[in-house]
């Protein structure tokens, strides 16, 4: 069965949402992604974690993945865990629910989901490999270290 282990917020100000998050919940910093001073990001922000899902701050920008304008703020997105994507994105073209962004060819090991829309037009990512700070298929939780900042993950 998939697995639900990646909620992205869309924020103003992802430092100050994080922040809150961990205060009021105790949720740990697992990384960071995106450069706020890219001109042709994506988005940037701060990974959180209580252990099992992967809870994604993020400040879009550049590209409207939703339709609703870049100053959108909320629930943005969320993540499925699967075993095998080429059988799971026939599947969901089949049902109705496009794929519209994926890695591209040559991107060699960098961590990229592949996106659909479902029938409301919510967006969705499905990934073979876990997020930062959530659990592999089949382990209730994982053990998180301590804050490792790490820059060099794509933006969603």
């Given at each position: 069965?998939?697995?639900?282990?990646?909620?992205?917020?869309?924020?103003?100000?992802?430092?100050?949402?994080?922040?809150?998050?961990?205060?009021?919940?105790?949720?740990?910093?697992?990384?960071?992604?995106?450069?706020?001073?890219?001109?042709?990001?994506?988005?940037?922000?701060?990974?959180?974690s209580?252990?099992?899902?992967?809870?994604?701050?993020?400040?879009?920008k550049?590209v409207?993945?939703?339709?609703?304008g870049?100053?959108?703020?909320?629930?943005?997105?969320?993540?499925?865990?699967?075993?095998?994507?080429?059988?799971?994105m026939?599947?969901?073209?089949?049902?109705?629910?496009?794929?519209?962004?994926?890695?591209?060819?040559?991107?060699?090991?960098?961590?990229?989901?592949?996106?659909?829309?479902?029938?409301?037009?919510?967006?969705?990512?499905?990934?073979?490999?876990?997020?930062?700070?959530?659990?592999?298929?089949?382990?209730?939780?994982?053990?998180?270290?301590?804050?490792?900042?790490?820059?060099?993950?794509?933006?969603?």
């Amino acid at each position: 069965m998939a697995k639900i282990r990646h909620i992205a917020l869309a924020t103003n100000d992802p430092e100050k949402t994080a922040q809150f998050y961990k205060d009021a919940f105790e949720f740990k910093e697992v990384g960071r992604t995106g450069d706020r001073d890219n001109p042709k990001g994506i988005a940037w922000g701060i990974y959180l974690s209580d252990g099992t899902l992967n809870l994604a701050v993020l400040k879009f920008k550049n590209v409207d993945q939703l339709g609703k304008g870049l100053d959108y703020v909320g629930i943005h997105h969320f993540g499925v865990l699967i075993d095998d994507l080429p059988a799971q994105m026939e599947k969901l073209e089949k049902m109705g629910a496009p794929c519209f962004m994926k890695p591209e060819p040559g991107m060699g090991d960098v961590f990229f989901e592949t996106k659909f829309r479902g029938p409301d037009g919510v967006v969705f990512d499905c990934s073979e490999h876990p997020w930062v700070g959530a659990a592999p298929a089949g382990v209730a939780d994982v053990k998180l270290p301590e804050a490792k900042v790490k820059e060099t993950e794509p933006a969603e």
